[in-house]
């Protein structure tokens, strides 16, 4: 019983050596070799520590920052998700690779049987009685044509691309948690902002009522010097609001509340980020994870069009089991109770209207289809690292025109304070002055926003955000042996 068990498993290996599914290509990169040029860009240049490689904790100096960031990774539900299809996808590749090997059970049954005098052959009542006990496989398909290592290699690909999609889901994550928290600090910083202008401006509001009533400034005075009031409010409350809204957001990355043993936030004007280098826009091929989950769903989709070439050939399972049979319990393992059964069958697909040319169309076009998404990932991946690329100078030149603005628009307000007060010029070049300032000042928040904005998208364009630590610093922190 166990020779004829173990020939049926030797012969099936032998069988299933047989594979239809193609051999599998990489498209050519549908980008350029280099990175763009021009006068929005810096030249590019090697480093030691690629982008993908160089940790969070390295690229973001913010302590605050990097407590959220740690939270997140813990507590983060669309994460959490993520971990779970790997589960899931692990499970249904397992599945479908226990379809290679043949399933043995064992089986003990046994029946008592009255067979009433009116039906029994011999005019008697009678009772029957049969008991059993098998070893087999049961329905076990021979992979001649290689269709279930087909089945299985492609459940391999898609468990392989859920492992790149929790990666990609990670580093977005980084990214989004660190653009949350820089635009709650702006948001925060503009709203101290607005609160500081709307004191200077109800002072000056009130000295200028003053001067109404002694006959120095016009009704007209008055009523310019309140819109100014009134619109410092209004920014004010849609600040607050912001505010307000910018917190809910990132609680709902982070998955939890705010730690309130954060650590005191640092500065939006402070050295909050490393800059990461670009490489060779290759590189990206082995460092982006949404590029290579395209890959693997891209072979996934060979592997289906093997199973749908196999399935044009005859199929052939079996069904075997050997073991003993006996009308009573006590002659079950006696010599000559012993009984077997072998039941080959096969299924030679003759008529079936099309379907088989169909599916194999159809694999063949989800094919295609995959290989155009996989190159526009590529070319998604190459864009933004070239915006990236683009911004990283120009927004050092515009923070700072920015900061040069703001500094002129400060002497053209003390000038015009002074003036004022004096009795040179009139309100209305004061009011121009402190608008231009609260202006300036406004935009070069938002434009430092921006900056660090654009800095984490490139880090996560380049695939940074899956290390904690860069390898060769954790290499120096942790202790030998």
Same mark, same amino acid.
């Not at 290689?146 to 990670?170: I, P």
């Not at 307000?244 to 939890?256: I, K, M, Y």
């Given at each position: 019983?166990?020779?004829?068990?173990?020939?049926?498993?030797?012969?099936?290996?032998?069988?299933?050596?047989?594979?239809?599914?193609?051999?599998?290509?990489?498209?050519?990169?549908?980008?350029?070799?280099?990175?763009?040029?021009?006068?929005?860009?810096?030249?590019?240049?090697?480093?030691?520590?690629?982008?993908?490689?160089?940790?969070?904790?390295?690229?973001?100096?913010?302590?605050?920052?990097?407590?959220?960031?740690?939270?997140?990774?813990?507590?983060?539900?669309?994460?959490?998700?993520?971990?779970?299809?790997?589960?899931?996808?692990?499970?249904?590749?397992?599945?479908?690779?226990?379809?290679?090997?043949?399933?043995?059970?064992?089986?003990?049954?046994?029946?008592?049987?009255?067979?009433?005098?009116?039906?029994?052959?011999?005019?008697?009542?009678?009772?029957?009685?049969?008991?059993?006990?098998?070893?087999?496989?049961?329905?076990?398909?021979?992979?001649?044509?290689?269709?279930?290592?087909?089945?299985?290699?492609?459940?391999?690909?898609?468990?392989?691309?859920?492992?790149?999609?929790?990666?990609?889901?990670?580093?977005?994550?980084?990214?989004?948690?660190?653009?949350?928290?820089?635009?709650?600090?702006?948001?925060?910083?503009?709203?101290?902002?607005?609160?500081?202008?709307?004191?200077?401006?109800?002072?000056?509001?009130?000295?200028?009522?003053?001067?109404?009533?002694?006959?120095?400034?016009?009704?007209?005075?008055?009523?310019?010097?309140?819109?100014?009031?009134?619109?410092?409010?209004?920014?004010?409350?849609?600040?607050?609001?912001?505010?307000?809204?910018?917190?809910? =957001?990132? $609680?709902? &990355?982070?998955?939890?509340? @705010?730690?309130?043993?954060?650590?005191? !936030?640092?500065? *939006?004007? %402070?050295? #909050?980020?490393?800059?990461?280098?670009?490489?060779?826009?290759?590189?990206?091929?082995?460092?982006?994870?949404?590029?290579?989950?395209?890959?693997?769903?891209?072979?996934?989709?060979?592997?289906?069009?093997?199973?749908?070439?196999?399935?044009?050939?005859?199929?052939?399972?079996?069904?075997?089991?050997?073991?003993?049979?006996?009308?009573?319990?006590?002659?079950?393992?006696?010599?000559? =109770?012993? $009984?077997? &059964?072998?039941?080959?069958? @096969?299924?030679?697909?003759?008529?079936? !209207?099309?379907? *088989?040319? %169909?599916? #194999?169309?159809?694999?063949?076009?989800?094919?295609?289809?995959?290989?155009?998404?996989?190159?526009?990932?590529?070319?998604?991946?190459?864009?933004?690292?070239?915006?990236?690329?683009?911004?990283?100078?120009?927004?050092?030149?515009?923070?700072?025109?920015?900061?040069?603005?703001?500094?002129?628009?400060?002497?053209?307000?003390?000038?015009?304070?002074?003036?004022?007060?004096?009795?040179?010029?009139?309100?209305?070049?004061?009011?121009?002055?402190?608008?231009?300032?609260?202006?300036?000042?406004?935009? *070069?928040?938002?434009?430092?926003?921006?900056?660090?904005?654009?800095?984490?998208?490139?880090?996560?364009?380049?695939?940074?955000?899956?290390?904690?630590?860069?390898?060769?610093?954790?290499?120096?922190?942790?202790?030998?042996?």
């Amino acid at each position: 019983m166990s020779k004829s068990l173990l020939s049926l498993a030797v012969t099936a290996f032998i069988l299933g050596g047989c594979s239809l599914i193609p051999d599998y290509q990489a498209p050519e990169s549908p980008v350029a070799a280099q990175w763009p040029q021009g006068p929005a860009y810096t030249p590019t240049e090697s480093a030691a520590v690629a982008a993908a490689e160089q940790g969070w904790r390295q690229f973001f100096h913010d302590p605050a920052l990097q407590q959220l960031i740690q939270t997140s990774l813990e507590n983060n539900r669309d994460l959490r998700v993520a971990a779970l299809n790997i589960d899931a996808y692990r499970a249904q590749y397992r599945i479908a690779r226990a379809d290679l090997f043949p399933a043995v059970t064992a089986n003990g049954s046994g029946q008592r049987q009255r067979v009433p005098a009116n039906i029994s052959q011999t005019g008697d009542a009678s009772i029957t009685s049969q008991y059993s006990a098998t070893v087999g496989v049961s329905a076990y398909e021979l992979d001649l044509f290689g269709r279930v290592r087909s089945l299985s290699e492609q459940a391999l690909e898609t468990y392989l691309s859920s492992e790149q999609a929790r990666r990609s889901t990670q580093i977005a994550l980084v990214a989004s948690v660190a653009n949350a928290y820089f635009t709650w600090q702006a948001d925060q910083a503009l709203l101290k902002l607005t609160g500081e202008t709307l004191k200077t401006y109800e002072e000056s509001y009130a000295l200028t009522s003053r001067s109404n009533e002694v006959g120095v400034a016009s009704a007209l005075d008055v009523s310019q010097a309140r819109t100014s009031v009134e619109g410092a409010r209004v920014k004010l409350a849609q600040y607050q609001r912001l505010v307000a809204q910018d917190l809910n =957001s990132l $609680t709902v &990355l982070v998955g939890t509340g @705010i730690p309130g043993n954060l650590p005191p !936030a640092q500065q *939006l004007d %402070a050295d #909050l980020l490393s800059e990461v280098p670009a490489g060779l826009p290759s590189d990206l091929l082995q460092r982006r994870p949404d590029i290579m989950e395209a890959e693997h769903l891209l072979k996934a989709a060979n592997a289906n069009i093997g199973a749908a070439r196999a399935a044009f050939f005859p199929s052939i399972s079996l069904t075997a089991n050997a073991g003993t049979l006996s009308p009573d319990m006590g002659g079950l393992f006696k010599g000559g =109770s012993g $009984t077997w &059964l072998f039941q080959p069958q @096969i299924n030679i697909p003759i008529f079936n !209207a099309g379907s *088989l040319k %169909a599916s #194999l169309d159809y694999s063949k076009i989800q094919k295609d289809i995959n290989i155009a998404k996989y190159e526009k990932t590529i070319q998604t991946a190459f864009q933004e690292v070239s915006d990236g690329l683009a911004a990283r100078l120009t927004f050092n030149q515009q923070l700072q025109a920015q900061r040069d603005l703001v500094a002129a628009n400060q002497d053209y307000y003390r000038l015009a304070e002074r003036r004022y007060r004096i009795g040179i010029d009139s309100n209305l070049t004061f009011l121009d002055a402190q608008r231009n300032l609260f202006s300036a000042q406004q935009s *070069l928040i938002s434009d430092r926003l921006s900056q660090l904005v654009s800095e984490v998208n490139l880090y996560k364009a380049l695939g940074g955000g899956w290390y904690e630590q860069t390898a060769q610093q954790a290499k120096v922190e942790t202790p030998k042996g």
